[in-house]
């Protein structure tokens, strides 16, 4: 079965510094899909930024960028130039190429700070 | 676009009783997800329903059942609640196209306390 694990339950970052959250999954597939949400206090579910898997190159969307390691199978987010509106929690997901389901993580809590 | 919508925000109910969710996907949309998030942990899949039909579906017992109408709107229903069963409950509408990554837009949830 596949699972998701964000190992950071809290993370901390100055405004407009750099902060990198972590993920690992476990799969036998080949084709997949990754994502990290963001979940602010209102709850609602905000697509971040999506890597597939055959693609080698990392997504990069403004600030945010992803570290995507194939055969380490780990995904990780950078958000750079932090700011005031990113603090949230994060979630990372995985989702088989032939499916819609979601598996998620635990998340990763960022404050960030003036 | 109003994106997704789900009613109601906050729901109180007791064990036993029985509730019914309701979601409508974003314009367009034909796939609807309900998923189930407790408190500190990430959304887990609850099952998926596309064509009026329950297409896939995670590991909840029977007592979790849904149902999608012609206009792709889509209720989940809840019989016997349990203590456990208290949870943020998500929709996430999306657009079939043959496998190919295709996003899921989420609502913002209703929250459900079972005491």
């Known amino acids: 079965a596949q699972t998701v694990t964000q190992s950071q339950p809290e993370m901390s970052v100055q405004e407009a510094e750099t902060v990198t959250l972590s993920c690992t999954y476990d799969t036998s597939e080949s084709d997949y899909y990754l994502f990290w949400y963001k979940q602010p206090p209102s709850r609602q579910m905000i697509l971040v930024i999506r890597?597939?898997?055959?693609?080698?190159q990392n997504a990069t969307e403004n600030r945010f960028s992803v570290n995507f390691q194939k055969a380490a199978k780990s995904f990780s987010l950078k958000i750079s130039d932090s700011q005031l509106g990113d603090a949230a929690m994060y979630f990372c997901?995985?989702?088989?190429?032939?499916?819609?389901?979601?598996?998620f993580g635990t998340g990763t809590r960022l404050q960030v700070f003036p | 676009d109003a994106g997704v919508t789900q009613s109601p925000t906050h729901l109180i109910k007791t064990r036993g009783q029985q509730v019914t969710l309701r979601c409508s996907p974003k314009s367009g949309h034909d796939t609807v997800s309900w998923y189930q998030q407790a408190l500190g942990q990430g959304p887990q899949f609850i099952f998926q329903y596309y064509e009026e039909e329950e297409r896939q579906r995670g590991n909840f017992p029977d007592r979790f059942s849904g149902h999608q109408f012609p206009n792709y709107s889509s209720e989940l229903n809840v019989n016997a609640l349990l203590l456990g069963d208290s949870a943020l409950y998500l929709c996430?509408?999306?657009?079939?196209?043959?496998?190919?990554?295709?996003?899921?837009?989420f609502g913002p949830g209703t929250r459900l306390t079972v005491l």
């Open positions: 996430a509408s999306s657009m079939q196209r043959g496998g190919h990554l295709v996003e899921q837009f």
């Open positions: 890597q597939e898997a055959y693609k080698q």
């Open positions: 997901a995985y989702r088989y190429y032939n499916t819609d389901k979601l598996i």
